[in-house]
């Protein structure tokens, strides 16, 4: 399989961003819890200015493990997208070309992963969530809890970008270029609970075998290569 890389950094850059601030706010915690004891055993008597200090200290814990929460976030869909990328590689051939991390220009937005081959083109949403995970039609929650993230809408929206760029190609102009949205599970840990959706959810064991069966208009090496080529350029 053939594997290129995006244009977009997204991902890596909002993890190592968040990385630095967790450990940033780590250090000032430390700092100021430590001091806020100093002053309160061998110096300040004060009370008040006491209790300010452990409020800094108890607000610079919250941010800390916010920002804490976002770096694990980040860092999952990074661990997400090298599953997809590992497993695709061991089970498609030269045939099929993985486009990872793709950002476009002209249309905005992010697209983790793009595959074209001879079945034709599939715009992935990677998801590395764990537990339980329910999905009704186009509404995804957790027990109790919507989950604010859509993957329904947003895979709808990239797939939609990616065949109205193919068929607005003069190249590809009547030829109803196959494109479809896939929303794809890599963590073995997620419980999913899959109802009517309007979109196909696979796990990642699923997707190799998911692309190499579909019976569609068929894909020649060199439209491949040219829609590759138009990808990268939009």
């Known amino acids: 399989m053939?594997?290129?890389?995006?244009?977009s950094n997204y991902l890596r850059n909002q993890t190592r961003k968040y990385l630095i601030k967790t450990i940033?706010?780590?250090?000032?915690?430390?700092?100021?819890?430590t001091l806020t004891c100093y002053q309160a055993i061998f110096q300040i008597k004060n009370v008040e200015t006491i209790a300010t200090s452990f409020t800094i200290s108890f607000v610079t814990l919250l941010i800390f493990r916010?920002?804490?929460?976002?770096?694990h976030i980040y860092k999952s869909g990074r661990q997400?997208?090298?599953?997809?990328?590992?497993?695709?590689?061991?089970?498609l051939n030269d045939e099929y070309t993985l486009i990872n991390s793709v950002y476009l220009k002209k249309g905005g937005g992010d697209i983790d992963h793009i595959i074209l081959g001879p079945t034709g083109i599939y715009v992935l949403e990677t998801k590395n969530w764990s537990g339980k995970i329910i999905c009704n039609g186009t509404q995804w929650q957790r027990p109790g809890k919507k989950l604010?993230?859509?993957?329904?809408?947003?895979?709808?929206?990239n797939t939609q970008k990616i065949k109205k760029m193919v068929d607005s190609s003069p190249l590809f102009q009547?030829?109803?270029?196959?494109?479809?949205?896939?929303?794809?599970?890599?963590?073995?840990?997620a419980n999913l609970s899959?109802?009517?959706?309007?979109?196909?959810?696979?796990?990642?064991?699923?997707?190799?075998?998911?692309?190499?069966?579909?019976?569609?208009?068929?894909?020649?090496?060199?439209?491949?290569?040219?829609?590759?080529?138009?990808?990268?350029d939009a």
Request: hydrophobic share 35%.
């Open 2 to 7: 053939r594997k290129i890389a995006g244009s």
């Open 24 to 33: 940033l706010t780590l250090f000032f915690f430390i700092l100021i819890f």
């Open 66 to 71: 916010y920002y804490q929460h976002k770096y």
């Open 80 to 91: 997400g997208e090298k599953t997809v990328i590992k497993k695709l590689t061991n089970k």
């Open 148 to 157: 604010q993230n859509n993957p329904s809408v947003q895979v709808r929206n």
């Open 174 to 189: 009547g030829l109803n270029i196959y494109v479809e949205g896939l929303i794809v599970f890599t963590n073995t840990h």
């Open 194 to 232: 899959i109802n009517n959706s309007t979109v196909p959810v696979l796990r990642i064991q699923q997707l190799p075998d998911y692309i190499k069966n579909q019976k569609n208009n068929r894909l020649t090496k060199e439209q491949v290569q040219q829609i590759v080529k138009q990808i990268q």
